[in-house]
């Protein structure tokens, strides 16, 4: 297929900058996916009337829909731009930021706030000390691979995009770090911190705030099944309140 591809890129010098619409053609090659053509106009920082411009910042890294660092708004759809292929879209196709991150530059976001939700629910295992502690216990078969769906996530911020919940009227941490807690808590190791994993998300902005409206889990680029998750934690919350209360 040869001509040009259009896109339309919402622009922000920096963090608290006005936001404007910049249009962009550049040329067509097969298999381009939305990384190619902001890679097209780095190498060439022209607008589609040909004036100069800067290039366009975004943010990524393995090209493969692992690391989730290229998430962004294509067409209205929270996404990864490394899948998203140019001949699966209509033009011009629309770029902008997450809208839930403050945004650095351009397409890029500051995704702290997701690494600060898994330090608040303890997501890694505590290992005593850096010897050799042999094999670990064994997990279910059900419960391994219930777990290393869990395992998928790449903290790409999608899921918290989609969610209503997540918004400026509210503290709620979102799903993914829910379902992280879930994982943990399932590893036989990472039980023991179990208790204080379900205090974090017993608290402001925990389980409680969930709207339950699944949008979550239907855009999930790795199929994580958050909605499931977040249903065992409200049983296990549950339990754990409930023994909360009985031991006084």
């Avoid at 896109?7 to 067509?28: K, N, T, W, Y």
């Avoid at 903290?155 to 995009?161: A, I, S």
């Avoid at 400026?168 to 979102?174: I, P, S």
Wanted: glycine share 8%; charged share 25%.
């Amino acid at each position: 297929m040869t001509g040009l591809v259009r896109l339309e890129v919402r622009r922000q010098d920096g963090p608290g900058a006005p936001s404007r619409r910049e249009a962009f053609a550049v040329p067509r090659s097969p298999g381009m996916n939305v990384i190619s053509c902001l890679q097209a106009i780095q190498r060439s920082p022209v607008d589609a009337s040909g004036a100069a411009t800067t290039p366009v910042v975004w943010d990524c890294n393995c090209l493969e829909e692992v690391c989730g660092a290229c998430s962004m708004i294509i067409n209205g759809r929270a996404r990864q731009a490394c899948t998203a292929l140019v001949e699966q879209l209509q033009e011009p196709i629309r770029l902008e930021p997450l809208s839930k991150f403050p945004v650095i530059r351009d397409l890029w976001v500051d995704r702290t706030v997701l690494f600060e939700h898994l330090k608040r629910i303890r997501g890694w295992v505590p290992v005593d000390g850096t010897y050799d502690l042999g094999p670990g216990p064994r997990l279910a078969e059900k419960e391994r691979r219930f777990g290393y769906r869990l395992s998928r996530c790449m903290t790409c911020g999608v899921c918290l995009e989609a969610c209503p919940q997540v918004n400026g009227r509210t503290n709620f941490m979102g799903p993914a770090a829910l379902a992280q807690a879930l994982y943990f808590n399932l590893s036989p190791i990472g039980r023991m911190n179990a208790e204080e994993r379900l205090e974090a998300i017993m608290g402001d902005g925990g389980i409680t705030e969930c709207g339950n409206a699944q949008n979550c889990v239907k855009v999930c680029p790795r199929e994580v099944p958050l909605t499931t998750a977040i249903a065992r934690l409200n049983r296990d919350t549950t339990r754990h309140l409930l023994a909360r209360w009985l031991e006084g």
